[in-house]
């Protein structure tokens, strides 16, 4: 029997509560213990066994928050058990259809959710088979889905953002949805490209740094809702185990997350991400908490992407 299976779920809920409560005494945003221990408790059945992270993000308005997403058991639907428990609200709007619309139209391979320790619960991840990704106009069909994924699908195809999904991420706060492409050019994308690409959909002018992060990316993703014919973000990640080794400038606030995790795990993963928006870019920076077999692409870093850290 692994060591992991020995752990009770009470066991793994006080660890990852300890956590988190560290970090966010760190990073000096608010912790509401009660709500954190709610969602916990709630998802956590697997949590021994789960693959866990952390993220913060820049701005002003980010600055308060710390995220915490991983992945739940398989048999367990968690936008239903969100709704039971009050987490959520069952609307008429499309996002509270969408999980069950993409299990009718595809194979679903696992969950994870996310929720901020001020915000609460946020996001239900829907991970697809590696064996089964689905193409972006099948997913563009599904009725709930945002039409603006349909209306984008020549922009997809001519700045080959990829034609395969591996993962959507459901966020019911702000009622928008991201799509994970299975294929993202190799080499990046040139800054005039990248230029290019952001341009046509309304985005800032993008910074040097986005430019130099745009040729490393191993993964993207686009955001859209239900309010926007376009898309209305794009998101770019880097996988490193060493962010101060990135081509970039760390925000204040990452650096200081980062000499935190690499204390107690000098050989974690992390992923650094940058969102564009029409009024400017801002960042992100994942790690984990515990790696390990499952479903890491909740994560946004593909398996293997860093199995043998250096």
């Not at 996001?123 to 193409?135: D, E, S, Y």
Request: net charge negative; charged share 25%.
């Amino acid at each position: 029997m692994s060591e992991a299976a020995l752990i009770t779920q009470e066991d793994a809920v006080k660890a990852l509560h300890s956590a988190i409560e560290e970090a966010a005494g760190l990073l000096e945003v608010e912790y509401p213990r009660d709500t954190v221990l709610r969602i916990l408790n709630l998802y956590g059945g697997d949590l021994a066994q789960a693959v866990v992270a952390f993220r913060v993000s820049t701005g002003a308005e980010r600055a308060g928050e710390l995220d915490c997403r991983f992945t739940v058991p398989q048999d367990v639907d968690p936008y239903e058990l969100a709704v039971g428990s009050g987490l959520l609200e069952r609307t008429d709007h499309p996002v509270s259809r969408l999980l069950a619309d993409i299990r009718e139209h595809c194979p679903v391979d696992g969950y994870g959710i996310d929720f901020g320790v001020v915000g609460g619960f946020k996001k239900i991840w829907v991970v697809l088979p590696r064996t089964a990704l689905q193409g972006v106009a099948e997913l563009a069909g599904i009725p709930s889905m945002p039409p603006g994924l349909g209306r984008s699908l020549d922009f997809i195809a001519r700045h080959g953002l990829g034609d395969t999904v591996g993962l959507i991420g459901i966020d019911y706060r702000h009622r928008t949805v991201n799509i994970y492409m299975g294929e993202p050019p190799a080499d990046g994308f040139a800054p005039e490209s990248l230029r290019s690409m952001l341009r046509e959909i309304g985005q800032a002018e993008p910074t040097g740094q986005m430019l130099r992060l745009g040729r490393e990316i191993f993964g993207l993703y686009v955001t859209l809702s239900w309010d926007n014919p376009a898309i209305e973000r794009i998101s770019f990640a880097v996988a490193t185990t060493d962010p101060s080794g990135l081509p970039v400038e760390l925000d204040d606030r990452i650096e200081l997350f980062v000499r935190h995790v690499r204390r107690a795990d000098p050989h974690t993963k992390f992923v650094y991400a940058v969102a564009s928006q029409p009024d400017g870019e801002y960042y992100k920076l994942q790690a984990y908490y515990r790696w390990g077999s499952g479903v890491p692409e909740i994560m946004q870093l593909p398996e293997g992407a860093l199995a043998d850290p250096v």
